[in-house]
C-alpha cells in the first residue's frame, strides 16, 4: 500500500493556524472533509477526539498520526498537516508536534488500516524524511516527499 495513493493532495495544510490540540483536529477535519463528500467534518472530528481521549497518536519527534473509523467511507484517506511553530498534541516526549498524517478508513477495513498506519510510521522515523516535510515550501513539494519516501520501499 503506498501512502500517495490514499494521500488526499487537496487536505494538505503547509501551515496549521491552530495552536492546541482540538483546534489542530478540527482544523484537519474540515480540510478533509471539505474535499471528500462522503465525510461529515463534525463526525469526523468526534471520532479523532474519540480515539485521541484513548491515548494521544502524538509519537514524539514532532510526529503526530491522527486516525479513526468512519462509516459509509469506501476508501482509506490520509491529509497531512504541518504546524510551524508546533501544537500541544500530548505527545509521549512532551514536545511541540509538527507533523500529522491523518488516516480515516472505513469502518469495515479489516488489517487495511493497521498497514496504512504501520507504513506511516515507518515513514516518520526517518528524520531525513521529516526534516524534507518541515522544509518544503510548497504542497507539492510535500506530496514529492511522500511520493519519494513511497517509491523507498
Keep these: 500500500m503506498k501512502i500517495s495513493n490514499i494521500l488526499v493532495q487537496e ?32 463526525k469526523l472530528v468526534s471520532v479523532l477526539r474519540e480515539r485521541e481521549s484513548l491515548q494521544s497518536t502524538g509519537m514524539g519527534e514532532g510526529v503526530a498520526i ?9 476508501q482509506l484517506l490520509v491529509a497531512f498537516a504541518r504546524s510551524r511553530k508546533g501544537v500541544d498534541f500530548d505527545s509521549i516526549d512532551g514536545q511541540p508536534t ?10 469495515s477495513s479489516g488489517g487495511q488500516h493497521l498497514k496504512a498506519l504501520a507504513r506511516i510510521s515507518r515513514f516518520l522515523r526517518d528524520e531525513t524524511f521529516r526534516e524534507s516535510l518541515l522544509e518544503a515550501e510548497t504542497c507539492e513539494e510535500i506530496v514529492q516527499a511522500i511520493q519519494a519516501e513511497d517509491a523507498r520501499f
Design 11 to 42: 487536505a494538505v495544510i503547509l501551515d496549521l493556524e491552530s495552536k492546541d490540540k482540538d483546534g489542530a483536529l478540527v482544523e484537519m477535519a474540515n480540510v478533509l472533509a471539505a474535499t471528500e463528500p462522503s465525510l461529515n467534518a463534525e
Design 66 to 74: 491522527p486516525h479513526g473509523r468512519i462509516a459509509n467511507l469506501n
Design 98 to 107: 509538527h507533523l500529522f498524517f491523518v488516516l480515516v478508513v472505513p469502518e
